[in-house]
């Protein structure tokens, strides 16, 4: 199932709007906020996994 995820296609709207919610503001330290990484399907929890990844950028990937 979760090769499948993969295949999915990309999103219908941007998600750039979506940038505006993580301006300027430090990560929570419990804050984990889950995605699927398109390459390989896998969840990525940003927050919790060793990922360098700004509060803007892991609320548009979402």
Do not use: Y
Request: glycine content about 8%.
């Amino acid at each position: 199932m979760t090769a499948l995820v993969g295949l999915l296609p990309s999103g219908f709207f941007p998600t750039v709007f979506l940038r505006k919610f993580g301006a300027d503001v430090p990560w929570p330290s419990q804050l984990w906020v889950p995605s699927v990484n398109i390459d390989d399907g896998c969840v990525v929890v940003f927050g919790r996994d060793p990922v360098p990844v700004t509060l803007r950028d892991a609320i548009e990937a979402t």
